[in-house]
């Protein structure tokens, strides 16, 4: 399945779902976690109901309508080597399943890139040159064959997404902590068997997927990720008395499980 990295997409996700926290801290009852029924599928609100947010919505995360407007106007482009001709002129980058087994040191040219997608490709690592992208507000690295996050990844501090869908990583590195921007963080996916508490630093996380790994516990330190809005949990092993706790952490958050 196609995906073209759209800030769009993003944005109207965070922003359709702001709907279930407001709701959440209105009610006077209290939350309940979202336990869907095995075998049933659970999905996030889809790209379309992000096409009419309202002016209100938007207000609220500024920055991210000002990358909407900017994806819309700046030029796409779709190779490389197209990208290589103007190297400073590049503001998106669109590279989705262009069977790329591994990128060229030059990547690092496109300093004004703010948006990148690299998703359904082949890729096993990213080279240091990465890591000269300040510009960078979304990438998706999803659906690679990535066994780590990167270092060179961990320095862009302006990032809003980040996306690690569908690869092989195991653990998360201090360092990716420090992405104190971030409002969409995705490793729904992978091989991830515990969340270190710094996950809590990340503060203006609004959706953090984290489904189909083999997570059994979150960490205390996630109750202070005041603005998250939705996480994913499904299919993780995680026992009901863990459940009951992580309801309680996350007050205000829509819960989504099923084993």
Known sequence: MKRSLSILVCCGLLLSTSVFAQKAKSSKQSKKTTATPAGATTTAPTPQTLADKDAASRKADPEMALLD????????????????????AVRFLDLHEKNITSLPPEIGKFVNMHTLSLYGNQLTSIPAEFGNLKSLKSVDFGKNQLTEVPACVTKLKQLKVLYFTSNQISKLPKELFGLTTLNVLDFGGNQLTAIPP?????????????????????????????????????????????LRKIDKMLKSTDIRFTY
């Open 69 to 88: 407007s900017l994806q819309k106007s700046d030029k796409r482009y779709e190779s490389i080597e197209e990208a290589l001709k103007e190297p400073e």
């Open 198 to 242: 710094d996950m809590g630093k990340l503060t203006n996380v609004r959706l953090l997927n984290l489904r189909y790994n083999r997570i059994e516990a979150l960490p205390d330190n996630m109750g202070k990720m005041k603005n998250l809005e939705i996480i994913m949990l499904n299919n993780n092993p995680i026992p009901e008395k863990e």
